[in-house]
């Protein structure tokens, strides 16, 4: 039995409770998300779910099955990290007099494709897009500075090969 970090995607209607069952499933076996999204999807009024979680292929295929018996549910998949291009986004806020009087600062921004969204007397903002370990190895180049918020979103992700769901959604939005 090896783990692996999939991504699923799930295809639904935007209904109330339905975060709550998807979740159950997982809690019912005891299995942790590691990372969730929840957007639009590229069909207007269909929601899309990006979910990371660790496990193996036997039991992702049956967990699979049990989301799409959700009613709301349209369609669900499940990816290999390979099979994907995926993102994470994060903010730090920090000092601003550091970015002022550390230069160091500044060329661990550049240097790790992070950019400034503000600054101002108190505190300077920094959004760095990525694979979750370039978020990790920026911050920890940043922590010994003092961070005073920081936040990381789920995982948004692609598929590298063409997925027939939008002919699904397109079916089901007629």
Do not use: P, W
Not at 156 to 169: C, D, G, P
Request: charge should be positive; proline fraction near 0%.
């Amino acid at each position: 039995m090896t783990l692996k970090n999939y991504t699923i995607s799930i295809y639904s209607e935007n209904s109330i409770g339905l975060l709550n069952r998807i979740s159950a499933i997982f809690q019912r076996r005891h299995i942790n998300i590691d990372s969730m999204n929840i957007s639009d999807s590229e069909i207007e009024g269909v929601s899309r779910f990006t979910l990371v979680v660790k496990m193996d292929e036997d039991n992702i295929k049956k967990i699979i099955g049990q989301i799409e018996k959700q009613i709301e549910v349209i369609k669900a998949f499940y990816h290999k990290d390979e099979e994907t291009i995926h993102l994470e986004t994060c903010v730090f806020k920090i000092k601003s007099d550091l970015l002022f009087e550390e230069r160091q600062i500044q060329n661990i921004i550049k240097d790790s494709d992070a950019r400034i969204v503000t600054v101002n007397r108190i505190f300077f903002v920094i959004e760095k897009s990525g694979r979750r370990n370039e978020i990790e190895q920026l911050y920890n180049k940043l922590k010994k500075f003092g961070i005073m918020q920081f936040v990381r979103s789920g995982r948004i992700a692609v598929t590298k090969e063409e997925m027939k769901i939008s002919e699904i959604l397109n079916a089901f939005k007629n």
